[in-house]
């Protein structure tokens, strides 16, 4: 059993280290074909043009540290795309934009992921210790691995929440760069390329999950029969 879950782990992160890095190698390459606005131009026309005057676009440290916050109404940039003008900065801003359209439309999967939120916070806070005395004591109270598995089950189904999330507001970018000519034929299938492979990092991440919550539903089941 846990020779089969290191094969599997250990390919899910193989495969997660190859994305991630055609993924910079991409956004790097990407990087390199301008545009006429920054991403942070791309980003408040996209609001705008989607008739949403109440978010904010604001620059925030480090890389990859683009995110749309529902709480705040503000779509937070990393400072190369909120500066750049190049296709990758284009993608991630009209992206980020993309869940603050979901928001305002009420998008079912987004309402259902913001839910989770503070229940996936405390989830995450406890469910490493619970786990782990958990296995300790299988044998003899194995309804706290019970407890533990439950926890992980919720950050599992945070994770597959997450990835129509993604997919959607990536197509959002995608046609509405297109539509507003901001993006032609050639530049637009690099953005499509480009997010689609950010969002295979979603789809290797709830993969893992998967395979590790399964991982522990075996050590319960395997622990109860003896």
Known sequence: MSQIYWIVFGGLMLLSWIIQASLKRKFKRYSQEQL?????????????????????????????????????????????????????AAAVAAHECGHAVQHAEAYAPLKLRSALVPVVSFAS???????????????????????????FALTTLFSFITLPVEVNASQRAVNWLQEA???????????????????YTYVVAALGSLATLVYYVLILLGGSRR
């Open 36 to 88: 006429p606005m920054s991403g942070r131009a791309v980003a408040e026309k996209m609001l705008h043009d989607n008739d949403i005057y109440d978010v904010q676009v604001t620059c925030v440290a480090g890389q990859l540290t683009d995110h749309y916050n529902p709480a705040t109404k503000t779509v937070n940039l990393s400072e190369d795309v909120y500066n750049g003008s190049n296709v990758a």
């Open 125 to 151: 806070s406890w469910m490493q210790w619970v786990l782990l005395i958990g296995v300790l004591t299988v044998q003899t109270f194995p309804q706290l691995l019970m407890v533990g598995i439950a926890l």
């Open 181 to 199: 000519g901001i993006t032609d034929n050639h530049t637009t299938r690099m953005a499509s390329d480009a997010l689609h492979s950010a969002a």
